[in-house]
C-alpha cells in the first residue's frame, strides 16, 4: 500500500529532508486519503494501517492540515 511508502518516507526525513522527498509523503498522503479507506479495518493494509500515516505526518511534519482533510474526507 501507499501508506507504507509514505510512513518509510516520512522516516527519512531525519536524513532526507528535501523538496523531492517532501513531494513524495504529500503524494502518499493525498493517494491514502482519497483511496485507502473502506475497505477493512486491518492494521496492516486497511483503514487502520492507513490511519498511522496520518498520525505519524501530524507528529513528524508538525502540520495539523491532514486532520482537517481526513475528517472532511478531503
Known amino acids: ?3 507504507g511508502y509514505g510512513l518509510a518516507c516520512l522516516s527519512y526525513l ?3 529532508d528535501d523538496a523531492e522527498n517532501r513531494e513524495k ?3 502518499a498522503l ?3 486519503l482519497n483511496w485507502g479507506f473502506g475497505l477493512n479495518h486491518s492494521l496492516c493494509h486497511g483503514d487502520g494501517g492507513n490511519l498511522e500515516l496520518f498520525l505519524q505526518a501530524r507528529e513528524i511534519l508538525k502540520d495539523r492540515e491532514w ?3 481526513l475528517h472532511r474526507g478531503q
Open 1 to 3: 500500500m501507499i501508506s
Open 14 to 16: 531525519k536524513h532526507f
Open 25 to 27: 509523503i504529500n503524494t
Open 30 to 32: 493525498k493517494a491514502t
Open 67 to 69: 486532520d482537517v482533510k
